[in-house]
């Protein structure tokens, strides 16, 4: 957050250098000046130098975006909403010490924040944007010949180590062997013909338990993957042998119906979300490519030579990293 709120002043220090501000004075050869000192001078062209060679390229490179993102990207009235809820969220957080926060990031006001809150979000769209020119319709139907499954329905019950923060590893350990002989002990009931529901009703520590661990119908991505990958692999009517552990404890599922397989043009536009949000969490430094790719994409051109230079040389860096 502070390295962000620097190259916003540095942004905004350039831009009054670049454009003016009010009236400034001009020294003979024409040149504005900036402030004066006990006889000294520094004219705009000097202090354009002085930012250059201290911040010059990362605050070019913000510059670019901040202007870039908010001519792209128009801040409707989600965006809003979104930026209000998040502010109200850390007012919530930080009650009375809220501008103490501000003041500790070095954030000069709220709204300040609520500017590096939608530069924020709006690089998140343009980093979407570019994950979406990744994906082609090949790797649509891949997806959905290899992965895309019907609605499965199940139940399950879930039995929970008993161990708490405060026990030692030993006792943590004898803990969790134990859930895990309950565990097995609830599928041997079930092999010996006891009802699935009786037993969740019995044993289940999840909300589920008094409707007998019935968790409705859910597809790919709504459990965490071990439960997931375990239900996929059943057939109708058919429960796990072994229990299945996740961060929750263990479980016992049966799977108690499927739907068909849905039509690829049903699901077609909900599997490229999910193709995008996973080049997003799988490709390294995907804003540098996303920024540069939305960037090239509007035509930039940097005519201040040495500054160019430092862009290219500081571009490749990124991209390597």
Same mark, same amino acid.
């Given at each position: 957050?502070?390295? *962000?709120?620097?190259?916003?002043?540095?942004?905004?220090?350039?831009?009054?250098?670049?454009?003016?501000?009010?009236?400034?004075?001009?020294?003979?050869?024409?040149?504005?000046?900036?402030?004066?000192?006990?006889?000294?001078?520094?004219?705009?062209?000097?202090?354009?130098?002085?930012?250059?060679?201290?911040?010059?390229?990362?605050?070019?490179?913000?510059?670019?975006?901040?202007?870039?993102?908010?001519?792209?990207?128009?801040?409707?009235?989600?965006?809003?909403?979104?930026?209000? /809820?998040?502010?109200?969220?850390?007012?919530?957080?930080?009650?009375?010490?809220?501008? /103490?926060?501000?003041?500790?990031?070095?954030?000069?006001?709220?709204?300040?924040?609520?500017?590096?809150?939608?530069?924020?979000?709006?690089?998140?769209?343009? *980093?979407?944007?570019?994950?979406?020119?990744?994906?082609?319709?090949?790797?649509?139907?891949?997806?959905?010949?290899?992965?895309?499954?019907?609605?499965?329905?199940?139940?399950?019950?879930?039995?929970? /180590?008993?161990?708490?923060?405060?026990?030692?590893?030993?006792?943590?350990?004898?803990?969790?062997?134990?859930?895990?002989?309950?565990?097995?002990?609830?599928?041997?009931?079930?092999?010996?013909?006891?009802?699935?529901?009786?037993?969740?009703?019995?044993?289940?520590?999840?909300?589920?338990?008094?409707?007998?661990?019935?968790?409705?119908?859910?597809?790919?991505?709504?459990?965490?993957?071990?439960?997931?990958?375990?239900?996929?692999?059943?057939?109708?009517?058919?429960?796990?042998?072994?229990?299945?552990?996740?961060?929750?404890?263990?479980?016992?599922?049966?799977?108690?119906?499927?739907?068909?397989?849905?039509?690829?043009?049903?699901?077609?536009?909900?599997?490229?979300?999910?193709? *995008?949000?996973?080049?997003?969490?799988?490709?390294?430094?995907?804003?540098?490519?996303?920024?540069?790719?939305?960037?090239?994409?509007?035509?930039?051109?940097?005519?201040? /030579?040495?500054?160019?230079?430092?862009?290219?040389?500081?571009?490749?860096?990124?991209?390597?990293?």
């Amino acid at each position: 957050m502070k390295n *962000i709120v620097k190259y916003l002043l540095c942004v905004s220090l350039i831009v009054v250098t670049l454009t003016g501000c009010g009236r400034v004075p001009k020294l003979k050869d024409g040149s504005d000046l900036v402030f004066e000192l006990n006889g000294l001078k520094m004219t705009a062209e000097d202090f354009y130098q002085e930012l250059k060679d201290n911040y010059g390229t990362q605050t070019l490179v913000n510059a670019i975006d901040s202007l870039l993102l908010n001519k792209v990207y128009e801040t409707d009235k989600d965006l809003k909403t979104k930026i209000d /809820s998040q502010i109200t969220q850390l007012k919530n957080q930080y009650g009375s010490d809220f501008q /103490s926060f501000l003041e500790y990031n070095n954030i000069a006001s709220e709204k300040v924040l609520r500017n590096l809150l939608e530069i924020s979000y709006k690089r998140e769209l343009a *980093i979407k944007d570019y994950a979406a020119t990744l994906i082609n319709d090949k790797d649509i139907e891949k997806y959905y010949n290899e992965k895309t499954i019907g609605d499965i329905k199940a139940s399950h019950i879930l039995i929970k /180590s008993e161990a708490t923060d405060d026990m030692t590893d030993e006792e943590k350990k004898k803990a969790e062997e134990k859930a895990l002989e309950t565990a097995k002990e609830v599928i041997k009931k079930l092999n010996d013909g006891a009802k699935f529901e009786d037993l969740a009703k019995e044993y289940s520590k999840d909300s589920s338990a008094s409707d007998g661990g019935n968790l409705g119908y859910f597809n790919r991505g709504e459990m965490v993957s071990e439960f997931e990958n375990a239900a996929v692999a059943l057939k109708v009517n058919e429960y796990t042998k072994e229990p299945v552990k996740t961060q929750f404890g263990y479980h016992i599922i049966l799977k108690t119906d499927q739907k068909e397989k849905p039509k690829l043009t049903e699901v077609k536009d909900k599997i490229k979300d999910t193709l *995008i949000n996973d080049k997003i969490s799988n490709t390294s430094n995907i804003s540098v490519f996303a920024l540069e790719w939305l960037r090239n994409k509007n035509d930039l051109k940097i005519y201040d /030579s040495e500054l160019k230079i430092r862009y290219d040389h500081y571009m490749n860096q990124e991209k390597s990293n």
